[in-house]
Structures are given as C-alpha cells and as structure tokens.
C-alpha cells in the first residue's frame, strides 16, 4: 500500500551550519512522524472495512460483519521513541451483537490500555539493562522524545522478566555453574546470591541458566528448566569452583564433576594467606609456581598422551600436598586434598581439559551493572536477564518487519 504523505511547514533557516540544521529539524520529525502515523492509520483502517475477514474480532466472535461508527472519537496517547502522539480513535461497531469497539490500537499492534508497542519497550529495556537508570533517561532525552528513568524501569522488569534461560540440548554437553553477592535494599554488603549457569559451545559461551536467592540455596530452581536436556546427553560436564552446595541442583542426574583449574591457584592464594605464608615470599612464590604448572593443561592433546600427562599431573600434586603438610600449612594441604579427586575429570573422560573460568567472565558482565546502588532481588534478576541474554545469547530489541512498498513524500 501506498502512502501518499504531503507536508507544508516553512522553517526559518539563519545559518547553513550541520548542527544548526540538525536542531532546525529536530522539532519537524514529530510533525512529519505524526501526520505519517495519521495518515496510514486512516488508509489501513478503510482497507480493513472493505476485507471480507477483518484484522479484529469482536468479544463474540464475529470478525467479518462491522460498520463505522467514527472515524475520529475521542483522541488516545502513543508514545514512541520519535515522539508522543495524540491519535483520534477510530470506532467501528459489531453488526452480530451491537458491541462497540476501538481499531487504532490493533492497527498499531499495540496492546490495550498500553502507551507503547513491545518494540519501543524492548528498546527501552535494553538501555535500561546496559546503565544506570538516571543515565537511560538523559540519553534518550538527547536522541528522542524524553522518557523518564521510570518508564525505563518498569521497561526492564517487564521485558526482562519475560525471558528465559535453559541448557541447549545442540550445543555442547560442558557447562559451568558460578554466584555472586547481590547488593540488596535493606541487606548490608551483598545480602543475595546471582546464581549462573554458563554453557559451552562450538563457538563461545552462551547463558543457561539465571536465578538469585540465598546463599548455598536455591540451585535446584537453576537447574529445574534444562533437566530433560541434561539427560539427553550421553556425557555432561559441570564445572565448578568446588562449591558443594551447587550439585544439590542435580539430584539424581548424572553428570561428571569438573573442579575449574583457574579457581584453584586463585583460591589457593587465600589458604596460604590463611596458613600465614607472607605473599610473593620465597615460600609463596615456589607454592604458586607448582599449582600454576599443576593446572595448566595444553589444549588439543593427543589421546596417547593425555594418560601420561595426567600420571605426571597427580604426582606432581600429591607432592605438592606432601610440601604443604611438611611446612605446616594445613589450610592448603586440606583445599589440596579436596580438590585433587575432580581436577582432571574432563580431561579423563577426553573432554575439554582447560577450564578457563568462563563464569567469571560474564559475572564481570554482571558486576558493571549490578554494582551501581541496590536492587530488589527481582529487579536485579530481570535487569540481569536482559544484560547476559544480549551479550551473550544474541538477544536483540528486534524491529518492525517494515514492507517494501513504496513511500512517496510530497513536500511543500
């Protein structure tokens, strides 16, 4: 369908400037926006009528047999990243009971006793998702129609609550599972934990999993959704930085238990803090220098030599944690101990041996965010739902599917 759009608006131009030219413009887009609004609601309506099977239905089923009532009732708000419209409803009635019925806001494809189409609030959403509120706020106002850090709030909390997480059963059979302290209202320091739950694929990483909760708790409700796709697969490989309370998720699931090999130097520089070993002494240096060489495992290792490097690997350790018991560090020599059953796992079973962490990559994704003042468990839940799904998940605002019919713009 073509719109036929004529405009006539005369601007007093003093300078040839851009950016005097760019503010010239700036108040004639909503003019220009508006009456192409207008004009293709009034042009879609009238070819609605004229349809055997009309795009609406009454309550009553009908959706053929409609008359006018009005072309312009009483006018309706519409706000849009352009601007804010004003649109007079159009009102047709049902020939079947009587019922009358508004058509402006189907034809918009905008839900009832909304302001916004689910296009401009996944927009807004994302912005929201990306900075601060306060900061949303002064950037659409620089690029569009001002919109208070309000309308961006409840943006995020409705679109980001709409979205999912579960593990995909094409992908990859290696996931890991990571938290991290919340700021909460009313809780000091970090009084809830964001649970992640990471999965590997092809190519790069991808969100499978996203909930917040207590502490130690609450893993079960993570894992709940991507149950029957873990099952699916012949072999599946959680990594873990060797917190315990993680597994509770996935009783009677079986899975193989990967210890991640770049938590364990990381969290060996607390026990040997805690065993009173002065950082980057002698002592401290020789330690880190071993458990380094211990976790670091060369990618694409070829299977004849994968059993000798882990022989190597386990003697080295248990020296290690002989080392350890000897100068009394027993904080270390108990981490050590613990950790050695689940260390080479993957790369036992000929998975991927490195576990690089890639959790805590995406909780760096988190932290930029999250950080900034105190949520609600919920508002940083559905915040964080919108922020990991478009960094890493490939979710987008989207956009209309626009017709490739020509549009004619007659100006005067």
Known sequence: MKVHLKIDETVEINECGIDYLDAAFKPLLPIIFGALVQTTLIQFGENAMIQKRKPFACVCGNDMEFHWKTKNAKSTEVTTIISNLNLPQMQVQCNVCGKKMFITRQLLGIDKYHKMSVVTERKLALVGSLTTFRVSEKIISMFSVPI???AVWRCVQKIGKSIKFEVDPNELGEVEADGTGIPIIGIKKRGNEL?????????????A???IGKYNSGWDKLFAPSIKAI??????LIITDGDTSILNGLDGVKVLLQRCLWHIPHQFKFTLWADNVKRKSTEWLDVMG?????????????????????ELKKSQLEELISFCNKCGYKKSEVYLFNAKADMF???ENRMKGKASSHVERVMRTVNMRVNV???TPSGAL????LRLAHYYNGWTPGHPKLKKEEVEITCK
């Open 148 to 150: 208070s850090r309000m």
């Open 195 to 207: 649970k992640v739950l990471v999965q590997k694929m092809m190519n790069g990483i991808r969100i």
């Open 209 to 211: 999993g996203l909930t």
């Open 231 to 236: 099952k699916s697969f012949k072999r599946f």
């Open 290 to 310: 071993k458990i380094y060489h211990i976790c670091g495992i060369r990618s694409q290792l070829d299977d004849e030599e994968i059993g000798a490097v882990i």
């Open 345 to 347: 796992t993957a790369l």
């Open 373 to 375: 003042g105190k949520w």
């Open 382 to 385: 559905n915040a964080m739902n």
